[in-house]
């Protein structure tokens, strides 16, 4: 059972601030600090210089190299920290808590983040009512490369018992609902 | 009165060895048709072909032509009682003899496709809860029952008439006839409303499915008319005057027309300018997206029905027995086809989120269904006995 | 799809699956039943007195408190003896206030289908019956016609390129055509907006399911096969209970569930969270929040079904 982050002071500001009268009411976001391998962060980093020059990183397995986020416009220390490992920071480098590191994606998800807290993105959990709680984004997005992967999917319906799937005849065409001279458009 | 069931009854087994014949050969297609039943209801209805894609099926197809020709009876009833020709009046009692048997049938072929007959009853007002006015099939149920008991009330209020010598009196059941005769338009109505009210199925979705129905009624019932009397002339000492075949072949012509010129508007109204709602028709015609299993089925009634409009509209190929008896066969066979199969089935293809998936009745389908028809035809010979027996008087105990 | 599947019966029989396959083929006879599961003995395993009650229950509506739990205690004694596991069956009423919505994300919907499988684990619902509340469709980008969706997909991987997801299941129509249409009143709609079956009243005509314009009813062709341990014990009367063959039932927005303020499976299963579900009456909730800012639709909305079951795009 994840810890639940209380529902402190930052939220609700977060919350009824600008888009905040667009939310679907108070919420509690996931913990995130428990699900992280590599954490905390200054375990490590405390006893390493910080090199701020824009690069390709040359690290281990596990930990990201590359940043597949942001067509090459932002790296590392546009969310991370550079003082404090272990915290994020959002675009008036204020720092953020990695338990509510939705905040640091509101700054350029900002209609994402309005749909988020209203409900019509992301997964709310356990309840339709009561104590709202919510995933953070990162349950769903890593955000080193956000795109979620295709996966496969579970089987198709079963035919009733007894009956065989149907099969076309052998002159089926496929039906293309374009028309033959839009082919060559990629009009899709 | 008890006697006269004990005589009725009399008068129903006694006959020739090719009746015993008949009646066996009937008999036992009916036990075949009830271990076949029983089989569905061991195993449930996955004996049938019918899936969740095709719901109603072989089972339905038969009901709603049953129903028609139930309804036909009326075409007996009107020229008999409202019109006062004693031709038909001689031969009435037969027709709604038909009518009762194709009742029972219709009746029967909804209770082979309920899941849970047992809880039929839940049907019956007040200890079950009927959901009147709204469900269209419990209009249909009302409108059954009723139309079963106007059919028998009336002929045994005559019969038990002519049993004892006694003058049915007109008045008494001449409201009772009226009453049948718009019973008889309600229910092939209902019926096809219970098509219709469905906007769900685009196919059946339409303001003239309630009057092809009656057209199509219209020609199936005097078509198995014409023949059964032609039968019981040949076989049996019954009279039976050309008059009531020549009204019974004059009232199938038009209807056959009407039917026809009501398929080519269907046709032209689908196929003019084709949207999704004619997936359906053009399943059925064409085929859709290389399904068609049911298209060889109504090309060949297009083409029985077609035939026989031509026969029917010669006068001299209506008046001739051997070509009316072909357009007969033909158009009872083509509207049990467009009716039947070629109405229920392609209702559902394809499935309201367009999946194309067909159906073809498996033989415990078609054992039950032979079964039934068997059972209809044996209550018919039964009733057309009795009938017999009293109008030739040979069960008769006069009041004293 | 056809691999061979042992299934255990309550009697005992074991059957395959491609033995029970071939039985119902075309022109299946004596020969087959000995591998069919027999039917269930006298009284299915009931008292005398409870089949009898059984036989000539009342109405739902017009059943009295004590007739409904005695109704609960036969169900869980029925379900005990078909499979032998103790259930737990619920009469929880509707809520005061409420009225469920529901709502999918299409931008969000990736086609995965674990919604369809989480429902019918839930949901007690047979396995070899055919029966999947949730039919999720696969459309060409830029396509609303039902007609040329694929519903058998089945590639390596999901989303395809150009095509969009459309999971499909009961709207709770308003104005549902299915609950006209019952001859007994075995549907209909609760206060709470669900649309529900009585499993016990349904005579098996149906009738609703060709009336339903979205194919959300289903049929029990067979008995329902469900493996013993993977039976859901958390059973609504009016919900996932184990139903009889010869039954019509579908979606009911997990009213085992959604009664005791948790979602339904499908909603919890989903991994990429394309569902929303909620109480309309609630200007605060998530589906109002759905239905006010986003760009929504409802299928064949043209009806006039009102379906409580919405559509929407990022």
Request: charged share 20%; proline share 6%; glycine share 6%.
């Amino acid at each position: 059972m994840t810890a639940v982050s209380a529902l402190g002071d930052t939220d609700q500001d977060v919350n009824r601030g600008d888009g905040g009268e667009l939310a679907a009411g108070p919420f509690a976001v996931d913990a995130r600090v428990d699900k992280l391998f590599f954490y905390p962060c200054n375990d490590c980093h405390a006893f390493m210089d910080t090199n701020k020059s824009v690069r390709e990183l040359d690290v281990e397995e596990g930990h990201p190299a590359q940043l597949a986020h942001g067509s090459g416009l932002i790296w590392c220390f546009s969310c991370h920290d550079e003082s404090d490992y272990d915290r994020l920071r959002n675009l008036r480098a204020e720092p953020i808590d990695i338990d509510r590191g939705y905040q640091v994606c509101i700054g350029c998800h900002s209609q994402k983040y309005r749909d988020w807290a209203g409900g019509a993105h992301g997964k709310r959990v356990a309840n339709w009512r009561g104590e709202r709680r919510l995933y953070s984004c990162v349950e769903c997005h890593n955000p080193h490369q956000p795109p979620i992967e295709p996966r496969a999917p579970q089987p198709p319906p079963p035919v009733r018992a007894g009956l065989e799937p149907m099969i076309p005849g052998d002159d089926y065409q496929s039906h293309d609902p374009r028309r033959p001279e839009w082919e060559h458009l990629d009009v899709r | 009165m008890i006697r006269f069931f004990f005589d009725a009854f009399r008068s129903m087994f006694s006959g020739d060895r090719n009746y015993w014949l008949w009646l066996t050969f009937l008999g036992a297609v009916f036990a075949l048709g009830c271990l076949n039943y029983a089989q569905q209801l061991q195993h449930g209805l996955v004996v049938t072909g019918l899936s969740d894609q095709v719901s109603w099926g072989f089972y339905i197809s038969n009901f709603a032509f049953l129903v028609g020709i139930a309804a036909a009876a009326v075409l007996l009833v009107i020229p008999a009682y409202i019109f006062e020709r004693k031709d038909i009046k001689g031969v009435v009692l037969l027709g709604e003899g038909i009518a009762v048997a194709a009742v029972i049938m219709a009746m029967l072929f909804v209770v082979v496709d309920l899941g849970r007959p047992e809880r039929i009853w839940h049907m019956i007002p007040l200890i079950g809860r009927l959901n009147f006015p709204l469900s269209l099939l419990a209009w249909d149920v009302v409108v059954l029952s009723g139309y079963l008991l106007l059919n028998l009330a009336i002929p045994f209020y005559i019969l038990y008439s002519k049993y004892r010598g006694v003058e049915p009196r007109l008045d008494l059941y001449f409201p009772f006839v009226v009453l049948a005769i718009v019973w008889a338009i309600s229910i092939h109505t209902v019926t096809a409303f219970l098509f219709s009210a469905n906007p769900a199925r685009p196919y059946w979705h339409t303001a003239l499915l309630g009057p092809r129905f009656i057209a199509s009624a219209f020609v199936s019932g005097p078509a198995l008319m014409i023949v059964i009397f032609q039968v019981m002339r040949k076989i049996t000492a019954f009279q039976v005057k050309q008059s009531v075949i020549d009204l019974l072949a004059l009232i199938m012509t038009f209807a056959l027309q009407i039917n026809l010129f009501f398929v080519i508007a269907e046709l032209f109204t689908d196929f003019y300018n084709e949207g999704a709602h004619s997936a359906s028709i053009r399943y059925l015609f064409l085929g859709l997206h290389g399904f068609g299993s049911l298209a060889p089925w109504i090309w060949i009634a297009l083409t029985f029905n077609v035939i026989a409009v031509i026969i029917l509209t010669i006068h001299p190929l209506r008046r001739k027995m051997l070509t009316l008896n072909i357009a007969c066969v033909l158009s009872f066979v083509g509207i049990w086809i467009e009716k039947g199969m070629g109405l229920v089935v392609p209702g559902f293809i394809p499935t309201p989120l367009g999946e194309i998936f067909e159906y073809s009745p498996t033989s415990v389908e078609l054992a039950v269904s032979l079964g039934i028809w068997a059972l209809g035809l044996l209550i018919f010979t039964l009733l057309a006995k009795l009938v017999m027996a009293v109008e030739q008087e040979r069960i008769h105990r006069p009041a004293s | 799809m056809s691999d061979d599947k042992v299934d255990k019966t309550d009697t005992g029989t074991v059957a395959t699956r491609r033995n029970f396959l071939r039985n119902f083929g075309v022109g299946a006879a004596g020969a087959a039943a000995a591998t069919i599961p027999t039917p269930s003995p006298a009284w299915d395993g009931l008292t005398f007195r409870e089949a009898f009650d059984e036989f000539f229950r009342k109405h739902y509506k017009k059943m009295s408190p004590e007739e409904i739990e005695r109704t609960l205690t036969r169900i869980e004694r029925r379900a005990k003896r078909r499979f032998g596991v103790d259930i737990d069956c619920k009469n929880t009423p509707a809520q005061e206030g409420v009225v469920f919505g529901y709502a999918i994300n299409l931008s969000a919907c990736k086609g995965y289908r674990d919604c369809v499988s989480a429902c019918v684990k839930e949901n007690n619902v047979g396995r070899d019956s055919q029966v999947q509340y949730i039919r999720v469709l696969e459309m060409d980008r830029g396509n609303m016609n039902l007609e040329e969706s694929e519903h058998y997909y089945d590639p390596e991987t999901v989303p395809v390129e150009g095509k969009y997801y459309l999971p499909v299941q009961c709207m709770q129509c308003d104005d549902a055509p299915c609950v006209k249409a019952c001859p007994v009143e075995a549907t209909w709609t609760e206060p709470d907006g669900i649309v529900v079956v009585d499993y016990d009243w349904c005579i098996g005509c149906r009738y609703c399911m060709t009336a339903c314009p979205y194919w959300a009813r289903h049929f029990n062709w067979t008995e329902p096969q469900i493996p013993p341990e993977e039976l859901n014990t958390d059973t609504h009367y009016l919900g996932n209970r184990p139903r009889p063959r010869g039954v019509v039932e579908k979606c009911h927005f997990c009213t085992q569930r959604t009664r005791e303020g948790r979602q339904p499976a499908c909603m919890e299963a989903c991994p990429t969270g394309a569902r929303v579900f909620g109480n309309l009456l609630d200007p605060d909730s998530e589906i109002r929040y759905v239905l006010e800012n986003k760009t929504v639709f409802r299928l064949k909305e043209d009806l006039g079904t009102e379906p409580k079951f919405w559509y929407y795009t990022d």
